[in-house]
């Protein structure tokens, strides 16, 4: 039996040795390939470029690259920067399988413009590579040495139109209304105005005026030259040019009456004044403050009562609701209110310690909305209205919205304007998005005007539609109104300022 275990023993070690040396066990792992790029040679057609409006839809630059490789999931991203910038923080565009990317004159303008905010004129230092992709995670990815090359931006251009417009806080109607300086018919390119009225103010109210090639421009236009000296012109083509005005009264000018000359060959304005004009003092006024008036409770020329004799004011054509409630202030606030112990409603008395907030009312005597000629006599202590002209066909409030706002389509989030005088509203400081164009619709994001923000009631919009290829900023009243897209008039995303004319059916759109 012990000999029979030993014989089985020694027979399956042997078997156990025989399949342990027959079959090898050891894992084998396949060759994974892996490999890397071709780095492409990225090349630019002309290391110095300057563009030439004249030539927007002829090419200007040529950028293209050697293939990186057979791979057909192969994909190149081009970045573009300013010089001494991070390159990948730049432009990046994508560019497919395409091993060249070609821009005209006007591409390559709005992109330097949009991109890197440059000015007309201004010459940028510019690099540029090449990023192959690929999605074959076995192959390195690989990037192109940096091209260098130079551009220049559109030199702005000097136009000389029929006419040019003048605005400006020292003109006679502000903001709200352009002054016609026609071209001579007998020298081209040199304007003039006269008896145009200009009122300075003090340096503090930094009062001034520049030209415009159309009646409700935008960009381009002209004004002060930057750091050169008073009258010289400077053109100012777009946003990114900056802003600036004629500013006289730092240069020892005084209001009054002047002939404006403006030589768009020579670039000068010329200021000769011919008579004078009276200019507001507001510590010789008294003011009509309150609310549900078009200037509340700011002291402004617009809602001052100027002095007609020893103590009595007066101010004519002076807009005032049936629910305003208002008090008369000197510019010290020295306050003026309704005496209530008097047997007539409209006597004032000046404010007492332990006098309360008394207020006129026109509505409570029985007044309707419209334009008084309004007279405080303080001898008499006393306030008349005197009634003009009938209640107003505009209405009260105006309202923006749509997609180029924040408030979008939501009629409860809708932008309130702030109403200037009788049917013209403006809204300062509001932060368009002009959106993108692209091929199924170039328009971007539009806007348009409501009068109420609870209630889908009367519209205002463009005159028609910018589908059908309408560019204008003319108004109409409707129950569904067209939008005005600034993408398509030339503006970009920003801090606008927003005045709806109802008065004139105009709309006047500035970028700050």
Known sequence: MKHFWKIFAGMTLAALVSVSCGEDSTETFPDKGWGELTTPVLSVSDEEVALDADSADQEALTLSWTSAGDDASIRYELYLNVAGSDLFSGYKREMGSDLTLSLTHGELNTLIMTEFGGRSGERFELRACVYARTDNYLLEEKCSEEAAFAVTTYEAQIIKPASLWMMGGACEFGWDQAIELPQNDQQAGVYTAENVVLKFGKPAD???????????????????????????????????????????????????????????????????????????????????????????????????????????????????????????????????????????????????????DIRFVPGDQGLSSGYYTVRADLNAKSVTLTLEGAASAYPDQLYLFGPATSAGWDLAGSIPMTKLRDGVFQARGVEISVGTANSDDPKGNGFKFIISNTEWLTQYGA????????????????????????????????????TADLTTMTVTFEAQ
Request: hydrophobic share 35%; proline share 3%.
């Open 206 to 356: 930094n009062k001034g005026f520049k030209f415009y090639i159309e009646e409700n421009g935008s960009y381009p236009f002209y004004g002060q030259l930057l750091e050169g000296e008073f009258g010289q012109i400077q053109v100012f083509a777009t946003e990114n040019d900056g802003d600036s005005q004629f500013y006289p009264l730092q240069y020892g000018y005084e209001s009054g009456l002047y002939t404006v000359r403006v030589d768009l060959n020579a670039m000068q304005l010329t200021l000769t004044k011919t008579g004078d004009v009276s200019e507001f003092d507001p510590e010789a006024v008294l003011y009509l403050l309150g609310d549900n008036l078009d200037y509340g409770w700011t002291m402004v020329e617009e809602n001052a009562l100027l002095p007609v004799g020893e103590n009595v004011y007066e101010k004519t054509h002076f807009y005032l609701r049936a629910e305003s409630s208002f008090k008369l202030y000197f510019h010290d606030w020295t306050e003026f209110i309704r005496d209530d112990s008097a047997s007539d409603y409209w006597t004032l008395k000046q404010k007492g310690e332990t006098d309360g």
């Open 463 to 498: 005159k028609a539609s910018f589908d059908e290829g309408y560019r204008g900023w003319e108004l109409v009243e409707s129950g569904d109104a067209n939008q005005f897209y600034p993408l398509l008039m030339g503006f970009g995303s920003g801090s606008c300022d927003i």
